[in-house]
Every structure is written in structure tokens, then in C-alpha cells.
């Protein structure tokens, strides 16, 4: 077990900790679909295995891995990153606050909304471009959790976390971050302050397009988080040890795909930035970025994979753009090898903030003179 501190985090990836199989000396983990696991004669159990919905060895490595990464107490995988992000809110007793983002993933914010109402707690939305705004809305005592999620989907704002992290703090709140975006490659929300980091692993931390997967590390091994633990147990939020081991071989490849990903979405925001059929290009690694200077200060080496295009002509013109695009593809989520690109508006639906011109692309690992001539070929 790799207990080293000093390991880069692409060193800790690549080996996935280097934890070597006791037994057979294998290098690569096995899949340990086990249920139950053996008493011994003495009644107890010695290696702390005890059932699936608790805790899974193959499940554990990963958990070691993201924990180092991020540089937490803790961690646990759940079933998916909705699974990670109810746990959370599902702390939270009637009276409590919450305070988080206007524009944020929108299935959290959709379900967040609908369950603050049924179980009676308040909520306050903030505007992610001016932070600000937000130090208005905690209510010392009141307010248990803010939720902030930088870069954010899909405008791509950042939100400074270290300057929330020191409003949020002594007012009695947990601060925690969807990282979703910018990975432990590129930001480490702990380090900056946060109390719990969360990801969907099914974008970026597998990055094949083959895992559903949520992620949740905690900064304190507190009596809160051992309550988010007993949440995922008891409501069986938890991943497949199939899906556990998917995701611990995806994973090692992470810091070469985020650096790629990252690379590929600078140069075509660049490129696309001053082309007179385009609005605007939102990138936070563009200088005239709103939030250029907070992507800077807390991402390191990269402003990640993802960025969104307005067209000019509405959303006829976003949909015949997307619909002219060879290489990539017309889908939803992202963080995978290959390139997508989703007409953002149609999936959110009613009530959405976002522009009806807006296209959210997923910048894949693909040759980046590719992708760019596919998106020229479709503007033209
Ligand atoms: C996809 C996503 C989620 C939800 O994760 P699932 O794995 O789809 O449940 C949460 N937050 C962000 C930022 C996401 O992109």
C-alpha cells in the first residue's frame, strides 16, 4: 500500500496506488464480486469486510486512489454522480439552508429544488459570476451546505473557491464542490478549502463512456461524513464491483486525457473566438473570459476539456451546425476519449437558463487539426 504523500498525482494514477494482490502477486486487481464475507471462529470480521452495500474491496482501492488524489481523509464510490450529490443533501433536517448555484448541473439543481420543497428546507441560488453575492445569502447557524460547482455546466464560469471556502467558514456550513469538470488533474478543492469534493466518474475519471459512477472525498473523518456513509449503505447507492474495476483501469490514463482534452479545447477556442458567424466562445482560458483570472489562480495546467459556442441565428443554426458535424458526436454527457456536442437547451428543457444558440462541446482526444476542420466544414 502506497502511503507515499510525496507521489505526483500522475504516479499514483498510472500505478493506481501499486497495490499488489496478496495472494497471487498479480499487479492487476481482481474483481471481488463477493456478497458476504467470513466470520471467523472468534465472531469477528477480521479483514472488515462484511457485506456489499458496506464496503467492496475492489471498490476500496479506487476509494485509496481518489482519496490521495485529492488529497482527503476519505472517499467512497456510489452508483452514479446523482447518487453522490443526494448523499450529501440527504443530511440535511427540515429548517436547515442551503445555498447553491443558478447555473450548475441541471439535474442537481432540478431535484435539489423539488426536494428542499417536500422536506422543508430553503434554498438561495447565487449567481456563479459574482461570488459576492453569495456571502449575503449564508445565514450563520441556519445554513448547513453550499454547493458550488466550478468550471461551471455549461457556461464554464469559476467560482473562487478559496475566497467561498473562507466566507463559508465558522458559519457553520460544509462547503462542497462538484469537480467534476476540472478533475484532481487541474484543481484540488481540498487544498483550496472545500470539505467534500464531489465527481461524476462517469465523465472525465473514466473517461470511456462506459461507467456510471459518482465519487464523494471528505476533508474531515467526521460524524457528518460517517452519516453519508451510512446513506449510501442503507439506500444501496452503491457501484458494481464490475464497475468498481472498469473505472480503477480507466482511471490511470486520466492525467494524459485531461492534459489532452485540455490542450484541444484551448486551440479551438482560440481559433473560433474572433470567427464573425460565432457570438461568443465560453472558455475560461480565453482572456476575455469573466472568470479568466479565478480559472487561472486555481487550475493548473488546463481550463479543462469542455466549452460552449453561441451561433449566430438561434437555435435553427446551433441544431443545423450540430447536425453538419462528422467527427463529434451528437450527444449528451462528456469527459470521454472521443468529442461530443450537445444542443445544451433541448435536454434541459422548460425553465432553462441556457441560450437556445448555445452548442456545449466535449473535447475528446482526437487529432485537434481534425476536430477544428469539422467544426469550420459545419459553420461554413
Ligand atoms: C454528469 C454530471 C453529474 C451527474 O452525474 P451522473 O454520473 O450522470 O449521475 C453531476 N455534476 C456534473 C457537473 C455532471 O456533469
Not at 482501492?61 to 440527504?90: H, N, P, W, Y
Not at 483550496?192 to 471528505?218: C, E, F, P, Q, R
Not at 443554426?317 to 437547451?345: C, D, M, P, Q, W
Request: hydrophobic share 40%.
Amino acid at each position: 500500500m502506497s502511503k507515499d504523500k510525496n507521489l505526483s498525482p500522475q504516479t499514483l494514477l498510472a500505478q493506481a496506488l501499486g497495490w499488489v494482490d496478496r495472494k497471487t502477486s498479480a499487479l492487476i486487481p481482481p474483481i471481488y464480486n463477493s456478497v458476504t464475507y467470513e466470520r471467523g471462529p472468534d465472531n469477528s470480521y477480521s479483514n472488515g469486510f462484511i457485506y456489499s452495500r458496506n464496503a467492496n474491496p475492489t471498490s476500496q482501492q479506487l476509494e485509496r486512489l481518489l482519496a490521495e488524489l485529492e488529497t482527503g481523509k476519505d472517499a467512497i464510490v456510489l452508483a452514479s454522480g446523482m447518487s453522490a450529490a443526494t448523499a450529501t443533501f440527504m443530511t440535511l433536517k427540515s429548517g436547515d439552508h442551503v445555498v447553491a448555484q443558478s447555473v450548475m448541473y441541471w439535474a442537481i439543481k432540478k431535484w435539489l429544488i423539488g426536494f428542499a420543497n417536500q422536506w422543508g428546507i430553503s434554498v438561495d441560488l447565487f449567481d456563479p459570476e459574482d461570488t459576492t453575492s453569495l456571502k449575503k445569502l449564508i445565514r450563520p447557524g441556519e445554513t448547513k451546505l453550499v454547493w458550488i460547482e466550478t468550471p461551471a455546466n455549461p457556461t464554464f464560469s469559476c467560482v473562487d473557491i478559496a475566497e467561498v471556502a473562507k466566507i463559508v467558514k465558522g458559519s457553520g456550513a460544509r462547503l462542497c464542490v462538484d469537480s467534476t469538470i476540472a478533475t484532481p488533474i487541474l484543481t484540488r478543492p481540498i487544498e483550496l478549502g472545500a470539505d467534500v469534493v464531489m465527481h461524476s466518474a462517469t465523465k472525465y475519471l473514466n473517461g470511456h463512456g462506459d461507467v456510471t459512477a459518482g465519487v464523494l472525498i471528505t476533508a474531515h473523518d467526521d460524524e457528518w461524513w460517517r452519516q453519508v456513509r451510512g446513506i449510501r449503505s442503507s439506500h444501496g447507492k452503491i457501484l458494481s464491483p464490475s464497475d468498481a474495476w472498469l473505472l480503477l483501469r480507466g482511471i490511470r490514463t486520466l492525467d494524459l486525457r485531461v492534459r489532452q482534452s485540455c490542450k484541444s479545447a484551448m486551440a479551438i477556442a482560440k481559433h473560433f473566438d474572433s470567427n464573425s458567424k460565432i457570438i461568443e466562445v465560453l472558455y475560461p482560458g480565453l482572456g476575455n473570459s469573466l472568470t479568466h483570472d479565478i480559472a487561472s489562480k486555481q487550475m493548473e495546467g488546463g481550463f479543462g476539456g469542455m466549452l460552449s459556442i453561441r451561433f449566430k441565428g438561434g437555435q435553427p443554426r446551433a441544431v443545423e451546425i450540430a447536425a453538419k458535424l462528422k467527427i463529434f458526436k451528437r450527444a449528451t454527457s462528456f469527459g470521454g476519449v472521443e468529442s461530443l456536442v450537445e444542443h445544451r437547451a433541448s435536454i434541459e428543457g422548460e425553465g432553462t437558463l441556457v441560450p437556445d444558440d448555445l452548442l456545449r462541446f466535449s473535447v475528446g482526444i482526437e487529432n485537434v487539426d481534425d476536430l477544428i476542420g469539422d467544426l469550420e466544414q459545419a459553420i461554413a
